[in-house]
């Protein structure tokens, strides 16, 4: 079975600071992980994902991941927090099987402070 | 061009009555998937299709729910007697295949209301 935990389900930074939502997932098998963005009233957006290969992941509007085995984490970062960042954040493993099923985790929102 | 579609985008319904929720995906995809988010929580995976075969329903809460698809296009989904804990936003997603390597591109729900 897998899970995925996200810390902190609000996360409010500063506009210019750095951003940091963690996440941490337990996995039977080698996992694919994601990174998906949900701003209001929209569906949900694919951020990024680590699949295989490098393990410093880039995506979309300057943010990035690393998969850190060691640590069972996938920690998005974007050094320089923009209002339009304002969203809520979801992490996501892949159980990998044919059916690519997707376990998220709880999500955190972010608000962005002028 | 045309994202996934879910219709309708806000239903309030009175408890234990039926409700058919509708997803139209991106056409060409063969994977579609169901999921449900509960206010304040994450994603929880309901049942995906391929083509129109569903071989994981594993993530379906009770016999009150189903889903099916057709002409590998448009998906219902279909909740009967309504409870007030069905209420949440149901997602809808579609792939290309379910390839662990093909993006889920998501519809923007349907808020569903059990009063």
């Known amino acids: 079975a897998q899970s995925v935990t996200q810390l902190g389900s609000h996360v409010s930074v500063s506009e210019g600071a750095l951003v940091l939502l963690r996440c941490n997932y337990s996995?039977?098998?080698?996992?694919?992980l994601f990174w998906y963005v949900q701003y209001p009233n929209q569906g949900l957006q694919l951020l990024l994902k680590?699949?295989?290969?490098?393990?410093l992941v880039k995506g979309i509007n300057g943010f990035e991941a690393e998969f850190k085995k060691s640590e069972t984490s996938f920690h998005l970062t974007k050094p320089s927090a923009h209002m339009s960042d304002a969203a809520e954040y979801f992490c996501a493993v892949s159980d990998r099987t044919a059916g690519n099923k997707l376990t998220f985790g709880g999500g955190t929102r972010v608000l962005v402070k002028p | 061009g045309a994202g996934v579609s879910q219709s309708p985008s806000n239903k309030v319904t009175e408890k234990g009555k039926d409700v058919e929720l509708r997803c139209d995906p991106i056409?060409?995809?063969?994977?579609l998937y169901w999921y449900r988010q509960r206010l304040g929580q994450g994603l929880e995976f309901l049942i995906y299709?391929?083509?129109?075969?569903?071989?994981?329903k594993s993530g379906l809460p009770s016999d009150r729910f189903s889903a099916e698809r057709t002409g590998e296009s448009v998906s219902t989904l279909t909740i009967q007697r309504t409870q007030q804990e069905d209420s949440a936003v149901y997602l809808c997603a579609s792939s290309t295949r379910t390839g662990m390597n093909s993006p889920l591109h998501f519809g923007n729900g349907t808020r569903l209301t059990v009063t």
């Open positions: 996995s039977s098998v080698p996992p694919y």
């Open positions: 056409s060409g995809h063969t994977a």
């Open positions: 299709f391929q083509g129109n075969s569903a071989p994981d």
């Open positions: 680590y699949t295989t290969g490098a393990t």
